[in-house]
């Protein structure tokens, strides 16, 4: 929900682009200090969020976009003649 946010913090801290070790070293910080400016409702609106989310399971297209995505690489190292 403050993903933009919490970038521009991170490049301010860091003073290096993002995705460098310095950037990423400093992201956790950057999310801490948004996360603390937050008000009361809208942390308990995102805890809400992030208990629905937990609970409901993606959509069929969605789940298969992930699938596709993190396991197409997996399938060429399977050997199908050892599963027969």
Request: positive net charge; aromatic residues 8%; proline residues 4%.
């Amino acid at each position: 929900m403050c993903r933009q946010e919490i970038h521009v913090l991170a490049v301010k801290l860091s003073k290096k682009v993002p995705g460098s070790l310095q950037y990423l070293c400093y992201y956790n910080r950057a999310c801490s200090q948004v996360e603390k400016g937050l008000t009361n409702d809208v942390h308990q609106n995102h805890k809400a969020m992030a208990k629905e989310w937990s609970e409901t399971q993606l959509p069929p297209n969605m789940q298969q976009q992930y699938v596709h995505g993190n396991y197409s690489n997996r399938l060429e190292l399977t050997d199908f003649s050892k599963l027969a």
